[in-house]
C-alpha cells in the first residue's frame, strides 16, 4: 500500500512542477468581486492617462461641492456604458464611495453582497427600491436595495453609508436610488431634490 501512496505523490510531484515551470509567467493578482473598480485597461495605452480622467481625494474635495450660487458644480453624463458624476471644472470622475460626494448627501457607492443573491438583471439609469431592516441581526441600519415592485434583494449598502442614511429614511426623508453602472452593482442613493436637480 505504501508503494502506491508512493507512487501517487511522485506523480503528484510531477505534475505540480510541470504546471510551474510550463505555465505563464505572468501571476495572477486576487479578484475582489464584493467591489467593481473602474476599467482602466484600455486607458493604459491611450493618451489619456489614470490621474487625466479620476478625480484624487484634493480634487474631488474641491471639485465636487456646490458653487457660490448654491448649483451642483457637477454633472451625471454617460460614459462607457454607464452613468458617471463629472467635475464641470476638469472633467474628471470620482469613484465610488466617494466622501466629497457624501458630504453633499450622494451616496454612490457599489452594492454590497449582490454575488450573493439572484442577478437583479438591472440596466443603468433604472431606480431601486431601499428597504431598511432595523431587525437585521447584523446591522440595525442595515438598507437592502431591491429591483423596484421585487420582493427579493439583491444586496445592501455598506454600513458606513447605512449609518448615515438610515435615520433621515426612517424619520420619512424621501431618498431616490438609481443604477449608475452595468448590472446593477453601482448605485447612487439621494435625496429626492438633489435626484431632480440632476435630472435622474
Not at 512542477?17 to 473598480?37: G, H, I, N, R, Y
Amino acid at each position: 500500500m505504501w508503494v502506491v501512496v508512493g507512487i501517487l505523490l511522485g506523480i503528484a510531484l510531477i505534475c505540480w512542477l510541470a504546471a510551474k515551470f510550463l505555465a505563464p509567467s505572468s501571476p495572477q493578482q486576487p479578484v475582489d468581486t464584493d467591489t467593481v473598480a473602474p476599467d482602466i485597461s484600455d486607458q493604459t495605452n491611450s493618451s489619456t492617462s489614470i490621474s487625466e480622467t479620476w478625480l484624487s481625494k484634493e480634487e474631488a474635495d474641491s471639485e465636487l461641492v456646490r458653487d457660490p450660487t448654491g448649483t451642483l458644480a457637477f454633472r451625471i453624463e454617460r460614459r462607457e456604458g454607464e452613468f458617471r458624476f463629472v467635475s464641470e471644472e476638469s472633467g474628471k470622475q470620482p469613484s465610488p464611495g466617494n466622501l466629497a460626494l457624501a458630504r453633499l448627501g450622494i451616496f454612490y457607492l457599489n452594492v454590497r453582497g449582490w454575488k450573493n443573491y439572484p442577478a437583479a438583471r438591472l440596466k443603468v439609469g433604472d431606480h431601486i427600491d431601499l428597504r431598511r431592516e432595523p431587525k437585521n441581526k447584523y446591522d440595525p441600519n442595515a438598507i437592502a436595495v431591491a429591483r423596484p415592485s421585487s420582493k427579493h434583494i439583491y444586496g445592501y449598502v455598506n454600513r458606513g453609508f447605512a449609518r448615515r442614511l438610515a435615520k433621515p429614511i426612517d424619520a420619512g426623508e424621501k431618498f431616490v436610488g438609481v443604477v449608475m453602472g452595468i448590472a446593477g452593482i453601482t448605485i447612487v442613493v439621494m435625496p429626492a431634490e438633489v435626484a431632480e436637480e440632476l435630472n435622474l
